[in-house]
């Protein structure tokens, strides 16, 4: 397979693009911001990627959806990263379908997600950084598991209807669909630096029936992760990608020394060498999402995906900023809102140096 | 099965029965890759079989016209071809600056006469090329070139010197930029092709820090060159010159791919205290994410679809990313590394090899010049 998008991928790239921007642009997570709102996005835009069919991109044909893959996807996470724009779709319609395909909980979960009501978050990381290890208890409970300790870093985490939750059984890993309405689950919203939500989960003896368990062993949470991770990595080169194109605007605009600074090589050099590691950022993300596509072991290269494009997109908003010089640092400057949000993306489900220290694992060193 | 599948199955076949097991191991220096010519050097008598084999069936350039030397192949079953080499580890049948280089700007700007001559020849490793393009006053400013082509009815008169012409004393024909006018700089500049046995043709091996010495000074002293050896128009030699520079980068920037078995991961397994695992491995990310770039680059590049300028990136961090690949080999190495001679070291490759890299970024037009390339072609920065 060519890794370049089709002509059908450069079409829904478009729709999408034109969607997004007139929808979702900065001045939405801005007003967001401003109005101190306390869900995180905005309820009628998620409405909205349903009369789209964006929330069903994932969901097979049969079960109502678009049945597209993840090359698809990326392309819509894409323009959400360009456009900062707040959306349960990653946790939602990647992550979360992704993991409950095939299982016995997807006719309960996909009509609300197809509809746009529906919200899902992921309860995975336990600590400041994210990490194999996961510690929060199920134990066998009546005819279902009761569910003991604590999450971080969950995006949506309080205002979702469904949250899959890592836990450890006395078999190992698992994977739970647990409905936001359990007893005994509490959620506390912060919000990060980005404007973003995410909640601190306590699980106090969650009682949930046997049914809740989607995934048993490292597969079905592998496989999460792997959506969610090339997903993050998608929406990471929209945030490098429409950064590097703020400061080349910039730059031919920006007049000093009686000269526009991008005629200085000084700049150009720096935005020559920015757009490469961009470029190549932006390969390793289609190679993940070809191989997951395809079915092929994509493990190796969704980490490379997650890893470099922490790297490229984390260069891209320090440049950006540099390049623009103090206006960047203004608060009424969009490009601060890019780098809050690199720096979030770059943290989630995995960091760059978690994921090239997975790499040289698998490559025995 | 479709057709492609089929073309695996195939293809996989006949390299397993074909390619010699001596051809699947890495190559320990320079002196085992394969450059033909009117006088072969073969480290192993393997390495002939098996570039005849493959230019048999036009594999040495595969996606070459068959008329031409070449194997006719699709770019669907051309990335095949070099995925199945990849995976059995193959070396190179034949490396050519004929055809990373020469072939693509005669496929384009050549007469039928001048392609039915030359690239069979270059398909099959028969006749060796060298690049006549730097000169001691045109470096970076290749447009700046000096030496002289008169004109004297049916042939011209050259007259000048090059330099860092790479392989010149193994040579046998070179492609050479020549001035054809004076008024005009870039407009007065032709690409001629020519035998390095003429008379006149003289050449000065150039030691280099790695020992070594790939570059040559080259002097042309009233070198008779027949005008059916113009390739292009007169004085439009710069376009076939960029157009082979394209190329050249596209060449130079699979250095960044690194070949067969990866010697820095072998040397990371070996151990490798924290802080250099730590480097390999964001070297890793990178050198990987290169390679998905390449398989994009290429791919886009058959569909037709790849910005012009993209060689220049693509030259710009490949060879970067081998400068770095050295640096943490030789780290990683040790003081092994640093033996210069010894049978052991297989006489300094790796040092050598380390400090013949340090050229990467400065041969087919430094980093610096990609960067200018890349900042105004591609992100339309003014001048």
Same mark, same amino acid.
């Given at each position: 397979?060519?890794?370049?998008?089709?002509?059908?991928?450069?079409?829904?790239?478009?729709?999408?693009?034109?969607?997004?921007?007139?929808?979702?642009?900065?001045?939405?997570?801005?007003?967001?911001?401003?109005?101190?709102?306390?869900?995180?996005?905005?309820?009628?835009?998620?409405?909205?990627f349903?009369?789209?069919?964006?929330?069903?991109?994932?969901?097979?044909?049969?079960?109502?959806?678009?049945?597209?893959?993840?090359?698809e996807?990326?392309?819509?996470?894409?323009?959400?990263?360009?456009?900062?724009?707040?959306?349960?779709?990653?946790?939602?319609?990647?992550?979360? %379908?992704?993991?409950?395909?095939?299982?016995?909980?997807?006719?309960?979960?996909?009509?609300?997600?197809?509809?746009?009501?529906?919200?899902?978050?992921?309860?995975?990381?336990?600590?400041?950084?994210?990490?194999?290890?996961?510690?929060?208890?199920?134990?066998?409970?009546?005819?279902?598991?009761?569910?003991?300790?604590?999450?971080?870093?969950?995006?949506?985490?309080?205002?979702?209807?469904?949250?899959?939750?890592? =836990?450890?059984?006395?078999?190992?890993?698992?994977?739970?669909?647990?409905? =936001?309405?359990?007893?005994?689950?509490?959620?506390?919203?912060?919000?990060?630096?980005?404007?973003?939500?995410?909640?601190?989960?306590?699980?106090?003896? %969650?009682? *949930?029936?046997?049914?809740?368990?989607?995934?048993e062993?490292?597969?079905?949470?592998?496989?999460?992760?792997?959506?969610?991770?090339?997903?993050?990595?998608?929406?990471?080169?929209?945030?490098?990608?429409?950064?590097?194109d703020?400061?080349?605007?910039?730059?031919?605009?920006?007049?000093?020394?009686?000269?526009?600074?991008?005629?200085?090589?000084?700049?150009?050099?720096?935005?020559?060498?920015?757009?490469?590691?961009?470029?190549? =950022?932006?390969?390793?993300?289609?190679?993940?999402?070809?191989?997951?596509d395809?079915?092929?072991?994509?493990?190796?290269? *969704?980490?490379? =995906?997650?890893?470099?494009?922490?790297?490229?997109?984390?260069?891209?908003?320090?440049?950006?900023?540099?390049?623009?010089?103090?206006?960047?640092?203004?608060?009424?400057?969009?490009?601060g809102?890019?780098?809050?949000?690199?720096?979030?993306?770059?943290?989630l489900?995995?960091?760059?140096?978690?994921?090239?220290?997975?790499?040289?694992?698998?490559?025995?060193? | 099965?479709?057709d492609?599948?089929?073309?695996? #199955?195939?293809?996989?076949?006949?390299?397993?029965?074909?390619?010699?097991? !001596?051809?699947?191991?890495?190559? @320990?220096?320079?002196?085992?890759?394969?450059?033909?010519?009117?006088? +072969?050097?073969? $480290?192993?008598?393997?390495?002939?079989?098996?570039?005849?084999?493959?230019?048999? &069936?036009g594999?040495?350039?595969?996606?070459?016209?068959?008329?031409?030397?070449?194997?006719?192949?699709?770019?669907?079953?051309?990335?095949?071809?070099?995925?199945?080499?990849? &995976?059995? &580890?193959? @070396?190179?049948?034949?490396?050519?600056?004929?055809?990373?280089?020469?072939?693509?700007?005669?496929?384009?700007?050549?007469?039928?006469?001048?392609?039915?001559?030359?690239?069979?020849k270059?398909?099959?490793?028969?006749?060796?090329?060298?690049?006549?393009?730097?000169?001691?006053?045109?470096?970076?400013?290749?447009?700046?070139?000096? !030496?002289?082509?008169?004109?004297?009815?049916?042939?011209?008169?050259? /007259?000048?010197?090059?330099?860092?012409?790479?392989?010149?004393?193994?040579?046998?024909?070179?492609f050479?930029?020549?001035?054809?006018?004076?008024?005009?700089?870039?407009?007065?500049?032709?690409?001629?092709?020519?035998?390095?046995?003429?008379?006149?043709?003289?050449?000065?091996?150039?030691?280099?820090?790695?020992?070594?010495?790939?570059?040559?000074?080259t002097?042309?002293? /009233?070198?008779?060159?027949?005008?059916?050896?113009?390739?292009?128009?007169?004085?439009?030699?710069?376009?076939? $010159?960029?157009?082979?520079?394209?190329?050249?980068?596209?060449?130079?920037?699979?250095?960044?791919?690194?070949?067969?078995?990866?010697?820095?991961?072998?040397?990371? @397994?070996?151990?490798?205290?924290?802080?250099?695992?730590?480097?390999?491995a964001?070297?890793?990310?990178?050198?990987?994410?290169?390679?998905?770039m390449?398989? @994009?680059?290429?791919?886009?590049?058959?569909?037709?679809?790849?910005?012009?300028? #993209?060689?220049?990136?693509?030259?710009?961090?490949?060879?970067?990313?081998?400068?770095?690949?050295?640096?943490?080999?030789?780290?990683?190495?040790?003081?092994?590394?640093?033996?210069?001679?010894?049978?052991?070291?297989?006489?300094?490759?790796?040092?050598?090899?380390?400090?013949?890299?340090?050229a990467?970024?400065?041969?087919?037009?430094?980093?610096?010049?990609?960067?200018?390339?890349?900042?105004? &072609?591609?992100?339309?920065? +003014?001048?």
């Amino acid at each position: 397979m060519p890794l370049y998008h089709t002509d059908d991928q450069s079409l829904l790239r478009d729709t999408a693009r034109d969607f997004v921007a007139e929808h979702a642009p900065v001045s939405h997570l801005r007003s967001l911001r401003d109005a101190n709102d306390t869900t995180g996005f905005s309820r009628d835009l998620w409405r909205e990627f349903a009369t789209l069919g964006f929330t069903g991109i994932l969901i097979p044909e049969a079960q109502g959806g678009l049945g597209l893959g993840h090359v698809e996807a990326g392309i819509v996470l894409e323009e959400i990263g360009r456009n900062l724009s707040p959306s349960p779709f990653l946790t939602t319609a990647i992550a979360a %379908v992704e993991a409950l395909k095939g299982t016995a909980q997807a006719d309960r979960w996909f009509p609300g997600i197809l509809a746009g009501k529906a919200v899902a978050a992921l309860a995975i990381d336990e600590g400041r950084k994210h990490n194999a290890r996961i510690t929060l208890k199920a134990e066998r409970a009546g005819n279902g598991y009761r569910l003991t300790g604590s999450k971080q870093f969950v995006h949506h985490g309080h205002a979702a209807d469904l949250l899959l939750v890592a =836990a450890q059984t006395d078999a190992g890993t698992a994977l739970f669909a647990v409905p =936001a309405s359990a007893t005994g689950l509490t959620a506390d919203p912060e919000r990060l630096a980005d404007s973003s939500i995410a909640a601190r989960l306590t699980f106090d003896g %969650v009682q *949930v029936d046997a049914d809740a368990v989607i995934g048993e062993g490292d597969a079905a949470l592998t496989r999460l992760l792997a959506a969610a991770r090339t997903g993050a990595s998608a929406e990471l080169v929209g945030v490098g990608g429409a950064t590097l194109d703020m400061t080349i605007g910039y730059l031919k605009q920006r007049k000093q020394f009686g000269a526009v600074i991008g005629s200085f090589q000084a700049l150009q050099h720096r935005a020559a060498h920015l757009y490469s590691e961009l470029e190549v =950022a932006r390969a390793a993300v289609l190679k993940a999402q070809q191989l997951l596509d395809t079915g092929e072991n994509a493990a190796q290269a *969704v980490a490379l =995906a997650k890893a470099m494009t922490g790297l490229a997109t984390t260069l891209a908003v320090q440049e950006g900023i540099q390049m623009h010089g103090g206006i960047g640092m203004t608060d009424e400057y969009d490009l601060g809102f890019y780098m809050k949000r690199a720096r979030v993306l770059a943290e989630l489900f995995g960091d760059t140096n978690f994921h090239a220290d997975a790499l040289a694992q698998a490559a025995g060193y | 099965m479709s057709d492609l599948d089929q073309f695996r #199955q195939e293809t996989r076949t006949w390299l397993e029965e074909n390619c010699p097991p !001596t051809m699947r191991t890495p190559m @320990r220096s320079e002196k085992d890759a394969t450059w033909g010519g009117r006088n +072969p050097e073969y $480290a192993h008598p393997d390495q002939k079989l098996w570039l005849d084999r493959m230019a048999e &069936r036009g594999w040495t350039v595969p996606d070459w016209p068959t008329q031409y030397g070449g194997g006719g192949l699709t770019p669907g079953e051309t990335k095949i071809l070099r995925e199945e080499l990849a &995976r059995i &580890r193959a @070396r190179n049948p034949l490396n050519s600056f004929g055809i990373s280089m020469l072939g693509p700007a005669l496929l384009k700007y050549a007469t039928e006469e001048q392609k039915l001559e030359h690239l069979p020849k270059i398909a099959r490793g028969e006749i060796r090329w060298c690049q006549g393009y730097s000169e001691p006053n045109a470096g970076s400013d290749l447009a700046g070139l000096q !030496t002289s082509a008169e004109d004297a009815g049916d042939h011209f008169i050259v /007259n000048g010197q090059k330099v860092w012409t790479s392989y010149a004393d193994k040579a046998d024909w070179i492609f050479c930029l020549v001035r054809t006018d004076k008024s005009s700089k870039q407009g007065g500049i032709s690409f001629v092709l020519f035998d390095m046995a003429s008379e006149g043709v003289s050449i000065k091996p150039i030691l280099l820090i790695s020992g070594n010495s790939p570059f040559c000074e080259t002097f042309f002293d /009233n070198v008779k060159v027949p005008k059916a050896n113009l390739v292009g128009e007169l004085n439009k030699g710069w376009d076939v $010159a960029k157009y082979l520079l394209g190329h050249e980068r596209e060449m130079i920037s699979g250095m960044g791919l690194g070949a067969g078995s990866d010697p820095l991961l072998d040397a990371a @397994r070996k151990g490798a205290d924290p802080l250099l695992r730590a480097q390999i491995a964001l070297f890793q990310v990178r050198s990987q994410a290169f390679k998905a770039m390449s398989e @994009r680059f290429i791919d886009e590049l058959k569909a037709g679809h790849a910005h012009p300028a #993209q060689p220049s990136m693509m030259k710009y961090y490949g060879t970067e990313l081998n400068k770095t690949r050295h640096e943490l080999l030789m780290a990683a190495g040790g003081s092994d590394a640093l033996e210069w001679e010894s049978e052991r070291s297989h006489g300094g490759a790796a040092a050598r090899t380390w400090l013949r890299t340090k050229a990467n970024s400065i041969e087919g037009g430094t980093s610096e010049i990609q960067l200018n390339i890349i900042a105004k &072609r591609i992100l339309d920065l +003014p001048s």
